[in-house]
Structures are given as structure tokens and as C-alpha cells.
């Protein structure tokens, strides 16, 4: 399964989901802030979340993973 990665550079405002926690196509699952706009990051592949890789308040790149599905 893919992993859900950052569709832009921004900062971690919200983690949505735990690991354990059972998603489909287009939850969001993480919320990103970019120049003041919340952009919801959205789980392509309905899953299980595996690993959470970032914490709220980290920076991240434009294709950083931030959750593992499987």
C-alpha cells in the first residue's frame, strides 16, 4: 500500500489517526499549515494505519511520508 506523504511544505498542525486505526480513501489524516491555510493531507488507499512518522508542530517537505498504511 502507499504510504500518505505531504502534498506540500508546511508544518504538522493535526494528526488525525492513530496507529491501529482503520481509514478509507479520503479521510483526512493529517492537517498541514502552509502561509496560514489548513490543507487537509488525505489517505489515497483505504487501510490500517502502521506508523505515524511525524508529530504535531514538525516541518515538513513536499513529499515526506507522514503516515504508513497497511
Known amino acids: ?5 505531504a502534498h506540500i511544505t508546511g508544518t504538522v498542525w493535526k494528526i488525525e489517526v492513530e496507529v491501529g486505526d482503520a481509514v478509507v480513501e479520503g479521510d483526512a489524516v493529517v492537517i498541514l499549515e ?3 491555510m489548513e490543507m487537509p493531507v488525505e ?11 511525524c508529530r504535531e508542530g514538525q516541518a515538513v517537505s ?5 503516515i504508513v498504511l497497511e
Open 1 to 5: 500500500m502507499p504510504d500518505v506523504e
Open 34 to 36: 502552509s502561509m496560514k
Open 43 to 53: 489517505a489515497e488507499d483505504s487501510g490500517v494505519v502502521k506508523e505515524v512518522r
Open 62 to 66: 513536499e513529499g515526506d511520508v507522514l
